[in-house]
């Protein structure tokens, strides 16, 4: 039995999780290498090296604090109206606070890019802290983990902006594991299946969920474009590239979620977590609640193609549960 006073981070089976999730962003660099001509993969080779690293790492730190103003502003634009609507206590928002973790945050992330460390090795760097960053913030209001995760959001694609093709390629990944554990409740998944039986049905659950949550989003995205693709959000169309990255990494948070729901036998993350970010952050970016259910209900689909009947059983009260919040009776339209 787990000892209920050692810290989880400090377990050896521990990591299990974080390096099942971990593994999925190499396959963007993998497919990038194979199809670069042999002048790009010079350039390629070039810029991944520790020099090459170094070189971007040092353009990107010296812009970090133009990004982080500049997403800031993009973030209080869309938020604002909604501190109003929702009777947020203004005090919670701390913009020095928030800057001061998403900056740290960033320079861990670029320090082991820097390293020439693959991007899955983040996912055990990083995840302790944004788990207390996500813990800190949530405290007095869960809600305004919405403008932590956006702010982060933003900053990294801001910073993205100015790279070559072949530094951006690179890089991204990286940013997208800090992406994924800030508006994702990773080390909360973590810490709860570190505490569980390692014969436990909830955790095997789980375990077969993680490797193929990133193609489930995927074809759920897919299947809304075929159905609703010239779909106007505040980013755009579902079918543009920028809002189809948005749309699987939303699909990819609610199974993580469920996850957290499953391995907690609790509907806790649910009502207390997901339910009110999305209430706050789906109306500004522009997203329907129609889309929203059609998105959840495609969900427990592919769920129920990938994993085995005794799976998706443990899943589905958790399924039900997330399409009642959703529901046209609770949200109307």
Not at 168 to 178: A, G, M, S
Not at 214 to 235: H, L, M, T
Not at 285 to 306: D, P, T, Y
């Amino acid at each position: 039995m787990p000892n209920p006073e050692s810290d989880p981070g400090d377990r050896e089976d521990f990591p299990a999780l974080a390096k099942l999730w971990g593994k999925r962003y190499v396959q963007s660099l993998l497919s990038y290498s194979h199809a670069l001509s042999n002048r790009d993969r010079d350039r390629f080779s070039e810029v991944s090296s520790l020099e090459g690293r170094a070189q971007t790492v040092a353009k990107l730190l010296k812009s970090l604090n133009f990004a982080s103003a500049q997403a800031w502003s993009k973030t209080e634009s869309l938020l604002t109206a909604e501190v109003q609507r929702h009777g947020i206590n203004p005090h919670y928002i701390d913009p020095w606070q928030i800057a001061r973790d998403s900056h740290r945050l960033f320079e861990k992330v670029l320090e082991v890019y820097h390293q020439g460390k693959a991007p899955q090795s983040l996912a055990t760097v990083i995840g302790p802290e944004c788990g207390r960053v996500r813990k800190s913030v949530s405290t007095a209001d869960p809600r305004i983990l919405g403008f932590v995760s956006m702010q982060i959001h933003y900053t990294g694609q801001k910073l993205l902006e100015p790279l070559s093709d072949a530094e951006r390629i690179l890089i991204e990944d990286y940013f997208k594991v800090l992406d994924d554990h800030l508006y994702m409740p990773l080390q909360r998944a973590y810490e709860v299946a570190a505490n569980h039986p390692e014969h436990s049905a909830p955790l095997a659950a789980v375990q077969a969920l993680l490797p193929q949550s990133g193609r489930i989003a995927q074809e759920v995205c897919q299947q809304v474009i075929q159905d609703v693709g010239n779909y106007q959000s505040f980013s755009g169309s579902l079918s543009s590239p920028t809002v189809q990255v948005s749309s699987i990494r939303d699909v990819e948070m609610f199974q993580i979620y469920l996850c957290v729901c499953t391995l907690e036998n609790s509907i806790a993350a649910f009502q207390e977590e997901l339910f009110p970010l999305c209430m706050m952050l789906y109306p500004p970016l522009k997203v329907e609640w129609w889309l929203v259910r059609s998105l959840v209900e495609l969900l427990e689909q592919a769920m129920n193609q990938c994993l085995e009947l005794h799976q998706v059983k443990l899943f589905k009260p958790y399924l039900d549960s997330m399409q009642q919040l959703f529901a046209i009776e609770v949200l109307g339209h």
